[in-house]
């Protein structure tokens, strides 16, 4: 994985810049002048909670709930069964879902969990306010983590799929297609670019959101 882990794809322009200068080639790429007609946003950095490998920057409207960036990262990240989540603040307080993004202070931190039973956890950060031109969606995808590379543990081929019951073991769980056909094991899940990845039923169905290989070029 090496040097993917800190960086992605720019979905405004194709570029793959890094997680920690998205923000910065942004603003200097992206942010003309504000027009009349322009929709007031906050900016958000979300972000695995654990390990932070996986991450979006995002834009929303100041007037959508967190009920629409929910349903948003279940489309993305997350959706499997029908879970339940929820967003809190720090010391655990929740925060009701139809709360709008502008009762939120710019610069604090969220947390959201899917799924309280194999829970998937992520951290939210209200970066800045933006403004943008209007969109058919409220929430505007500007840049996600490259999908990261996992080689097959018995061949060392790009890996396909991650076994469940060698990683609950601890043991090294990645194989490709083929190898898989012969593994001991038969409870499989895809390798995917989310963070819940191998947990549950996630498959990533979803997700329409990948970037096309075709387009990508280094900043």
């Known amino acids: 994985m090496g040097s993917q882990m800190t960086k992605g794809h720019c979905y405004l322009c194709g570029a793959i810049v890094a997680k920690s200068g998205f923000v910065e080639h942004f603003d200097s790429k992206h942010l003309d002048g504000e027009k009349v007609d322009d929709q007031e946003c906050v900016l958000l950095k979300v972000e695995d909670a654990e390990d932070k490998i996986y991450w979006l920057y995002l834009d929303i409207p100041l007037t959508s709930t967190l009920k629409t960036l929910d349903t948003f990262l279940r489309e993305i ?64 995808l500007l840049a996600r983590n490259l999908p990261l590379r996992f080689d097959c543990g018995q061949c060392g081929e790009e890996a396909d799929f991650i076994c469940c019951e060698c990683d609950a073991m601890e043991e090294y769980p990645f194989l490709c297609e083929k190898c898989m056909e012969s593994h001991e094991h038969e409870c499989a899940l895809p390798v995917v670019n989310s963070p819940r990845m191998g947990v549950c039923g996630y498959c990533g169905e979803y997700d329409v959101y990948e970037f096309p290989d075709n387009a990508e070029k280094e900043e």
């Open 77 to 140: 990240w997350l959706e499997c069964c029908g879970h339940m989540s929820a967003f809190y603040q720090h010391g655990g307080i929740e925060i009701g879902k139809s709360t709008k993004l502008e009762q939120l202070p710019v610069g604090s931190i969220l947390f959201y969990e899917y799924d309280f039973g194999s829970m998937t956890e992520l951290r939210i950060t209200l970066l800045r306010t933006v403004s943008r031109p209007r969109q058919r969606k409220a929430v505007r």
